[in-house]
């Protein structure tokens, strides 16, 4: 069962909290068809947070520290369920070969669904290592490699298995952090902008598309209170895809040279015969067909008149979502070319809008790319010679194949638009999480005709409920071993290494720093960034006391006011071994 206010997709698109759907509305299918709900019920059990496990460090280093904003960490994957409820997730089985050259053997593992009794005598399947040893010899490599590629034939590259949250102990650790959830593309979409434009649902014209890349583009560049988008005059191309986009729609775009030269130019989009002849036959606001669009289907919010992605946009057509998610890249993103492939890219889309950074995120997240979101404080930057105040800004960073490719391939700026990809392939996204206990909640139950898993607002798919997970059951379990790293707040159950007490108790982000730079505090443990320590040593040497009372001099921890200290025999002077006690 899921938490109150859990959002779940509807089979029209639309998001509905738990509480408010009824027996025989249609949800989403994870597969992309519908399915009519039978129950829904209510109870009140203890739920546990799964969370989305994210490189992004938002509560560490000063940003958290100094700008509350930062503190939070945005639309990270996730939702709250009970300890009975069901979790559909994939493991890798590729069958793995390693040398122990302890025992001059080569030790192939590989994995398979087996049985295996719970605490409370319930008989799941979980997936399991095991492992065969072949000696250290050219034959005893070839038969371990024979082996190998018999084991992959027979079980393949994954484990899908479904486990209960309070079962999640009983796995193996190495295949608990290799467990994935996923979220999948959306293929289906609502047709609100198609219908407003021609009047009928899904129509997908060329033309409506145009409409739905300047949407994109003025949401990313454009002047709040007029169809006005500053453009880069340097990107012809951009230009060039700009004029010809809104030709279709009658609109021109104009702009006037200033006194000051600016590379961005402010480009009007006039409706009207010719936007430089007689002034009488053009019109900027009125009958404009993009500022209709604008103002109806609420691209500025009726509240204050600022740009937002309103929340259709979120489940239109793909094309749409994709031609509409070109323009926001074609103003403010930031394209590079990854090297994990023909087709992968990484592009960060930059916004100070939190409504621009939802929709990039949903709509991103729906065409079947990971999407995370970073934050910058406001802060004086220095461009082109001028002083310019920043915003506090959000950092979209999407990355994805030809997905991504393909939304590429519909932007107009030189350096961002690709080829098109020769086939979009939509599989799901998986990603690691962690679960966290989160105390007593009104939760909601939703069970369907056909059992299917079901997809929530944000994209993930989960399983809907069944008889288990109906009444509260009991968790014998406690997650074993849970570290936590005695320099951050961070907590987990692998990669803890030596730290300077000799006990396994530092994350492997600590450890790593420390053994770079060797420094670490003395009062809060901290292990200072190579920044925070050049900053520091700007400062100088002070005199400080240490928590066992002794005075002690040395560089300030930027956290906590206390004496950095270093560890000669780390750091990158390993070389002169001097033994600190
Ligand atoms: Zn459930
Ligand atoms: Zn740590
Ligand atoms: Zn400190």
Same mark, same amino acid.
């Given at each position: 069962?899921?938490?109150?206010?859990?959002?779940?997709?509807?089979?029209?698109?639309?998001?509905?909290?738990?509480?408010?759907?009824?027996?025989?509305?249609?949800?989403?299918?994870?597969?992309?068809?519908?399915?009519?709900?039978?129950?829904?019920?209510?109870?009140?059990?203890?739920?546990?947070?799964?969370?989305?496990?994210?490189?992004?460090?938002?509560?560490?280093?000063?940003?958290?520290?100094?700008?509350?904003?930062?503190?939070?960490?945005?639309?990270?994957?996730?939702?709250?369920?009970?300890?009975?409820?069901?979790?559909?997730?994939?493991?890798?089985?590729?069958?793995?070969?390693?040398?122990?050259?302890?025992?001059?053997?080569?030790?192939?593992?590989?994995?398979?669904?087996?049985?295996?009794?719970?605490?409370?005598?319930?008989?799941?399947?979980?997936?399991?290592?095991?492992?065969?040893?072949?000696?250290?010899?050219?034959?005893?490599?070839?038969?371990?490699?024979?082996?190998?590629?018999?084991?992959?034939?027979?079980?393949?590259?994954?484990?899908?298995?479904?486990?209960?949250?309070?079962?999640?102990?009983?796995?193996?650790?190495?295949?608990?952090?290799?467990?994935?959830?996923?979220?999948?593309?959306?293929?289906?979409?609502?047709?609100?902008?198609?219908?407003?434009?021609?009047?009928?649902?899904?129509?997908?014209?060329?033309?409506?598309?145009?409409?739905?890349?300047?949407?994109?583009?003025?949401?990313?560049?454009?002047?709040?209170?007029?169809?006005?988008?500053?453009?880069?005059?340097?990107?012809?191309?951009?230009?060039?895809?700009?004029?010809?986009?809104?030709?279709?729609?009658?609109?021109?775009?104009?702009?006037?040279?200033?006194?000051?030269?600016?590379?961005?130019?402010?480009?009007?989009?006039?409706?009207?015969?010719?936007?430089?002849?007689?002034?009488?036959?053009?019109?900027?606001?009125?009958?404009?067909?993009?500022?209709?669009?604008?103002?109806?289907?609420?691209?500025?919010?009726?509240?204050?008149?600022?740009?937002?992605?309103?929340?259709?946009?979120?489940?239109?057509?793909?094309?749409?979502?994709?031609?509409?998610?070109?323009?926001?890249?074609?103003?403010?993103?930031?394209?590079?070319?990854?090297?994990?492939?023909?087709?992968?890219?990484?592009?960060?889309?930059?916004?100070?809008?939190?409504?621009?950074?939802?929709?990039?995120?949903?709509?991103?997240?729906?065409?079947?790319?990971?999407?995370?979101?970073?934050?910058?404080?406001?802060?004086?930057?220095?461009?082109?010679?001028?002083?310019?105040?920043?915003?506090?800004?959000?950092?979209?960073?999407?990355?994805?194949?030809?997905?991504?490719?393909?939304?590429?391939?519909?932007?107009?700026?030189?350096?961002?638009?690709?080829?098109?990809?020769?086939?979009?392939?939509?599989?799901?996204?998986?990603?690691?999480?962690?679960?966290?206990?989160?105390?007593?909640?009104?939760?909601?139950?939703?069970?369907?005709?056909?059992?299917?898993?079901?997809?929530?607002?944000?994209?993930?798919?989960?399983?809907?409920?069944?008889?288990?997970?109906?009444?509260?059951?009991?968790?014998?379990?406690?997650?074993?071993?849970?570290?936590?790293?005695?320099?951050?707040?961070?907590?987990?159950?692998?990669?803890?290494?030596?730290?300077?007490?000799?006990?396994?108790? =530092? %994350? #492997? !982000? /600590?450890? &790593?720093?420390? @053994?770079?730079?060797?420094? *670490?505090?003395?009062?809060?443990?901290?292990?200072?960034?190579?920044?925070?320590?050049?900053?520091?040593?700007?400062?100088?040497?002070?005199?400080?006391?240490?928590?066992?009372?002794?005075?002690?001099?040395?560089? =300030? %921890? #930027? !956290? /906590?006011? &206390?004496?950095? @200290?270093?560890?000669?025999? *780390?750091?990158?002077?390993?070389?002169?071994?001097?033994?600190?006690?």
């Amino acid at each position: 069962m899921f938490e109150q206010g859990t959002k779940i997709l509807m089979a029209d698109g639309q998001a509905r909290p738990i509480q408010h759907i009824t027996p025989n509305s249609m949800v989403l299918c994870a597969d992309g068809t519908a399915d009519r709900v039978t129950s829904i019920s209510k109870d009140e059990q203890m739920t546990y947070q799964i969370l989305q496990k994210t490189k992004h460090r938002a509560n560490e280093g000063e940003a958290g520290r100094t700008d509350p904003l930062r503190k939070q960490i945005y639309h990270r994957l996730g939702f709250k369920c009970t300890v009975a409820h069901m979790l559909p997730l994939r493991t890798s089985a590729k069958p793995t070969l390693e040398n122990s050259f302890k025992r001059n053997n080569y030790k192939v593992k590989w994995k398979t669904m087996e049985e295996q009794v719970t605490p409370d005598g319930r008989i799941i399947n979980l997936p399991k290592t095991h492992h065969k040893d072949f000696p250290m010899t050219p034959e005893g490599e070839m038969l371990a490699r024979a082996f190998m590629a018999q084991k992959e034939g027979q079980h393949g590259l994954y484990l899908e298995f479904s486990i209960q949250v309070r079962d999640l102990d009983l796995l193996e650790a190495h295949i608990r952090v290799n467990s994935f959830l996923r979220f999948g593309p959306i293929l289906t979409g609502r047709g609100v902008l198609s219908e407003f434009l021609t009047g009928q649902k899904h129509l997908i014209t060329p033309y409506v598309l145009d409409m739905a890349w300047l949407l994109g583009l003025w949401l990313g560049d454009g002047t709040t209170k007029e169809p006005e988008i500053s453009v880069d005059s340097f990107d012809t191309e951009l230009m060039k895809g700009l004029t010809e986009r809104c030709r279709a729609w009658g609109l021109y775009p104009t702009y006037k040279d200033e006194q000051v030269p600016l590379r961005a130019k402010h480009t009007r989009l006039y409706f009207g015969e010719k936007a430089d002849g007689n002034r009488r036959n053009r019109n900027l606001r009125k009958e404009n067909p993009f500022w209709n669009v604008v103002l109806n289907l609420k691209f500025k919010r009726d509240l204050d008149g600022e740009k937002q992605v309103p929340s259709f946009m979120w489940s239109e057509d793909i094309q749409i979502r994709e031609a509409f998610l070109a323009g926001l890249i074609d103003s403010d993103g930031y394209v590079v070319k990854r090297n994990e492939g023909p087709d992968a890219y990484k592009v960060s889309i930059q916004t100070i809008y939190p409504s621009i950074m939802n929709g990039i995120v949903h709509v991103s997240r729906s065409l079947g790319i990971a999407t995370t979101v970073t934050t910058r404080s406001a802060r004086t930057e220095t461009i082109e010679g001028r002083k310019v105040n920043c915003h506090f800004t959000y950092d979209c960073h999407i990355a994805g194949r030809s997905p991504l490719q393909n939304v590429l391939s519909y932007c107009r700026s030189g350096h961002k638009r690709r080829p098109a990809p020769d086939k979009v392939k939509r599989d799901p996204i998986y990603f690691g999480f962690s679960e966290e206990k989160c105390g007593q909640q009104v939760v909601y139950g939703i069970t369907t005709e056909s059992g299917k898993n079901i997809v929530l607002e944000n994209k993930l798919t989960v399983h809907a409920c069944g008889e288990h997970c109906i009444k509260e059951q009991p968790k014998f379990t406690t997650t074993k071993s849970l570290k936590h790293c005695i320099a951050c707040p961070r907590k987990g159950v692998r990669y803890f290494y030596k730290d300077w007490s000799g006990n396994h108790r =530092i %994350c #492997g !982000r /600590c450890y &790593g720093r420390y @053994k770079f730079s060797g420094y *670490r505090c003395l009062n809060c443990k901290y292990v200072p960034e190579a920044r925070e320590i050049k900053k520091a040593k700007l400062r100088g040497e002070e005199l400080g006391v240490s928590p066992d009372g002794t005075t002690v001099s040395g560089l =300030i %921890c #930027g !956290r /906590c006011k &206390g004496i950095l @200290k270093y560890d000669e025999i *780390r750091g990158p002077r390993k070389g002169h071994s001097i033994i600190v006690s």
